[in-house]
């Protein structure tokens, strides 16, 4: 009875061996495949941008830097109408940068910032000059954020350029296109169509954007949680989004939030053109002098809602389309291709 007991001890033992010798194995196996997927996408080329929670590390500008992701994600609290120090109050609303720049800036298809850096200085036809990185926040900073431009020696704007100089170190050349801009819209050939707008609007934005557009916050001395798209505390009518065909740019690769992307939008093109002309029907805040944009008013966005301009479409078509008529006009009167 004993070597029987024996026999059993033996065997449990090796079926015990043998579980822990599979187990292993298919563990190892299971970490080689994890090790192999990650090889592989490194040689697919999957790049990230740099993220501030995992890159900083040996910066030597990393408190600038880091400075500067603060005021694109918490703008109103560091340079707006949050702001404790009364003369650092420049946003004119409680907008972020992000708000449009998606995830601080590194999202492709929202303006992104990585990149951007090395396209500056450009010329600009809004001012008919060459500018400098700075000068283009100044653009945002007057429009978007309806407010003045933020001093070129302030930390906070030396802050801004250092997180954008950062983000835009060492992205390979293929990227730079994917992150650029906003993804293109085939424009339907027609007037936008607010009632179509307004259906498009309560099926996708509602939820988050609510009925009358201004956005959720949790306080008057809280940031939004969803932004408003129109009234008091939105972009003013100067702004890039305020064109229909910007925002619908901007729209078809970005909205409903945290579903589209610059590679799978959500809306069809027919969609974001009719929600981007529903939201901008309403009333916002006025730029101040806007005839003074675009010195040379041939090189006006065709989109651009508000004049003068030089050709002779009215307010209304510059507004909500049909934008082809507009461009085929500057195409042939004026040798000038516009596609915005
Ligand atoms: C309401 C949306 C919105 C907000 C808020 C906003 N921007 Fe922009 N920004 C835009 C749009 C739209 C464009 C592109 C405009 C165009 O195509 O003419 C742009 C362009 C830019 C560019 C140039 C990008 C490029 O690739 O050339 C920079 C830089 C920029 N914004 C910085 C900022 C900063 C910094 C802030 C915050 C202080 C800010 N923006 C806030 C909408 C916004
Ligand atoms: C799930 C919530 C959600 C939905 C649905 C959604 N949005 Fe947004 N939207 C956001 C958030 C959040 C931001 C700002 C992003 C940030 O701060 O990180 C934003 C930003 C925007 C902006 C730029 C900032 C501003 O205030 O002007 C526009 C324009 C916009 N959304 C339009 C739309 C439209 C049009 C739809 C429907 C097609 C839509 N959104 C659906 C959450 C949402």
């Not at 120090?85 to 708000?99: E, H, P, V, Y």
């Not at 200085?121 to 900073?141: A, H, N, S, V």
């Not at 250092?162 to 424009?187: R, T």
């Not at 009632?195 to 509602?206: I, P």
């Amino acid at each position: 009875m004993r070597k029987f007991d024996r026999v059993i001890k033996r065997v449990s033992l090796l079926i015990g061996f043998s579980l822990a010798v599979t187990l292993f194995a298919g563990f190892s196996l299971i970490s080689v495949d994890l090790g192999l997927i990650d090889f592989r996408t490194v040689n697919k080329g999957e790049w990230k941008p740099k993220s501030i929670a995992t890159d900083l590390g040996n910066e030597k500008k990393a408190a600038l830097i880091k400075l500067g992701f603060d005021v694109i994600t918490k703008t109103p609290e560091l340079i707006g109408p949050m702001s404790k120090d009364i003369k650092m109050r420049f946003a004119g609303n409680n907008l972020t940068c992000q708000s449009c720049h998606l995830e601080a800036g590194t999202k492709p298809g929202s303006g992104s910032f990585v990149g951007v850096y090395n396209r500056f200085p450009q010329y600009r036809g809004r001012e008919d000059k060459i500018g400098t990185l700075e000068e283009r926040i100044d653009g945002c900073m007057e429009r978007s954020m309806n407010g003045q431009k933020l001093p070129h020696n302030t930390l906070e704007m030396q802050g801004m350029i250092a997180y954008m100089k950062w983000l835009s170190e060492d992205v390979p050349e293929e990227k730079e296109d994917i992150y650029k801009g906003f993804v293109k819209v085939d424009l339907p050939e027609i007037k936008a169509d607010l009632v179509a707008g307004k259906a498009t609007f309560e099926q996708h934005c509602v939820v988050c954007h609510g009925n009358n557009g201004q956005g959720i916050r949790p306080g008057e001395n809280a940031m939004y949680q969803f932004p408003p798209l129109w009234g008091n505390d939105s972009y003013n009518h100067g702004a890039g989004m305020h064109r229909v065909i910007t925002a619908a740019e901007f729209i078809k690769g970005n909205m409903p939030f945290q579903q589209a992307t610059y590679d799978k939008p959500v809306l069809t093109d027919r969609e974001a053109y009719n929600v981007a002309a529903y939201i901008n029907s309403f009333d916002r805040p006025q730029k101040s002098n806007p005839e003074a944009d675009f010195p040379d008013k041939k090189k006006k966005p065709v989109s651009t809602p508000y004049g003068p301009w030089a050709d002779g479409f009215s307010a209304e078509q510059h507004k909500y389309g049909p934008f082809q008529p507009i461009m085929k006009f500057y195409k042939k009167e004026y040798g000038i291709s516009k596609n915005k």
